[in-house]
């Protein structure tokens, strides 16, 4: 145990400083307060009825009706209590509180790839820092993306795998790589994990080259089968998951359209221009260099310091405190420092001034074949992430590569380019510390890097607007708006937009400055080691401080103690209003209800009260999808909502603002018995007929199910029924009565990948009607009808994930067990 601790003390020494400066940043939790993460707030409000019934049961159901009519939980919140990555993630989480957690992942795991570099442990800890503190790093926990977080901090140690594997670490590095591929695929950000996958390919396939050029073939496809089956063991682990997932994205509004019509819908996958709805702007990149050259921030922050060019405009217009009308400007004509061309944006990326200059240095001088790897990626991720701004190479993924045109948001490829770019620029230091260069041409070509860099900056600091504009696109449309706003005095609403161009420019001159002063300590360092002056464990330690002083300043712009609140207040952000108070008195276990007090298919609060019409959620069902297109978008169909059982509508008056409930007498209740059914021959039929019907007298099916009904022997009865006895999320339980067969439809949203109809116990077959509802013909007589939700992907997939976790655990413990014994040997 001694020498273990003696040979491992630095590793462990760093991983304690790790914790420790986690602590330090995220101190407030140490007060026990948790983020105020706005994703995480709406995704509790949509988990409400799933850890309702958790509490309550002690697991939580496979299906919820909590939004969007019922979706599968699974998409939300759902247990794999038989997938081992479930455990070490939890564990995790158990041990270190949120969001310590997930900055602890990024560093230990850049630790692990930065060590199998075989780069010096202090070292190797400055380049996990430079990853880990990369500002989409932190801008994405303050906007509570924790999934893609934990995603992006997986990518290092498979990164690191990979390469043990090919180096002839057979059994270590893949049992590694198997493990954090499941870890990864745990995360459930498959965007991220797909991105990473691109770009494994692309070393893969320098690495076939090198093994070709150098006769190594052989060992080369033994490590490929052993990454191999890492793959393979990494899938079972998550077979539930995948599986699950798989199937529900054919249905989603990432799957095929179901309609022909709608000629700007797209046919697979998403439209374009929502997949690149957040596109980087080619100008933006320099970002990586310079923070706030885009203004930071779609924020006001500087603009309202009195100081400011904008806040001095506007107090010859209010003559008093002009923090009133920026905020009001902000909102109606768009007055803010950001001035790319994304919707909006939390921040931008930075990936630290000093790794940027140290990323060109590795560029000039790194011989090592993972340069060309990085410097691959790294353009081709750059050109991805333009989007829009740059279609020729995206447009060619979009259309044919496969399931790229599966995401949205293509910028965060980006995330990515911020593990590559400390990697090459730590293999700087390392090739400086270990090149055979002479001292004068390593000087030389410091210098060159610190030119490229420095320069830049130093002309930005210069002569910002020799570069770059600081108008967005919609510039001049701001300024004619502002001057009608200002009873046409034009030369106020052009002063108006001069000042915010001047106050962009100081914000940009400020940063680069800053920029340019980090680069030239990181320059005065490594000249000092080069040149004997500063012995390199010293120099190495201070670059380290430098990196980490450069990127906490920048991340505390996005992510401080402000976004810190009592977890009780986090817990409880929605708080009910009298309304919902109301609503929620009603004892029927289920029923709708439509909140157009809010933006009704994009936000999750109603959620929270509420089983909603509306609801958020990035992937739901298509054909739900296309219903909001087509019965809502443009005003409300009032048969749509009486067919989802929409009890109560809430709206709020425009003039005071106050709320109100209205009961909708119309709904048609949990299950009824139609008259007659209409067939449609495709699903535009479908749609155009349920435009306007009586979805209590009539049923709306497609063709396809003809076979399903017998005409002869349906018909209506006025003495049949059909009711609701007990609700459960994923088990619904029905009576009914009748004379004869009838045709019954449920107000229960249709998706056959797991939901099973049960007559008096016997499997029966079901159909779907009124485009997205199931319906059934049931025999005469007295009898008991239930839905179950009974995902063969899901309970099938965790067998398989046992089984998976089973194998890896053996082949981990084998791995190491072989390394140590080869240890003893070579002692």
Known sequence: MNNWLKANGIHLAIIGFFVIICFVYFSPVLQGKAPAQSDVIQAKATAKEIMDYKAKDGKGPLWTNQMFGGMPAYQIWVQHPLNGATYVISFVKAVFPDPVDSVLLYLVGAYLLFCVLRINPWLAAAGAIAFAFTSYNFIIIAAGHSNKALAIAFCAPIIAGVILTLRGKYWLGGSLTALFLALEIRANHIQMTYYLMIALLIFVGIEIYHAV????????????????VAMVLAFMVNAGKLWTTYEYGKESNRGKSNLTTDKAEEKNGLSKEYAYGWSQGIGESFTFLIPNLYGGATSIDQLVKPESHTYKALQGVTGGDPTQAIQQLAGQVGLQQYWGEKPGTSGPYYFGAIVCFLFVFGLIIVRSKVKWWILGTTILFMLLSFGKNFPLISDLFFEYFPMYNKFRAVESILALVGLMVPVLAMLAIKEAQESTYDQKTLVKKLTIAAGVTGGFALLVAIMPTAFFSFTSSTHAQMVQVLTQMLENNAGMAQSIGNALIADR??????????????????????????TKKLNVQTAVILLGLAILVDMWQVDRRYLNNSNFASKSDVNNHFQPRDVD????????????????????FQDASASQFHKTVGGYHAAKLKRYQELIDNQFSKSINQDVLDMLNTKYLITQDPKNGSYKMQRNPTAAGHAWIVQNVQFAKDADEEMKAISSFDPKKEAIVDVRYKSLIDTKKVGADPTAFIKLDSYHPDHLVYSYSAPRDVIAVFSEIYYDKGWNMYVDGVKKPYFRADYVLRAAQLEAGNHKVEFKFEPVSYYMGEKIS?????????????????????????A
């Open 213 to 228: 050029k150098e006769k190594k073939l052989a060992a080369f496809w033994k490590s490929l089968s052993f990454l191999a």
């Open 505 to 530: 420019v100081d914000i940009a001159r400020a940063d680069a400055l800053r920029s340019l002063l980090f680069i030239a300590i990181a320059y005065g360092l490594i000249w000092a080691f080069l």
């Open 581 to 600: 108070t109301f609503i929620m008195a009603d004892k029927d276990p289920d029923f709708r209800v439509l909140d157009l007090s809010i933006s009704t």
């Open 802 to 826: 046992l089984a998976g976790s089973l194998l890896l655990l053996a082949g981990l413990g084998f791995a190491f067990y072989s390394e140590n014994k080869q240890k003893k040997k070579a």
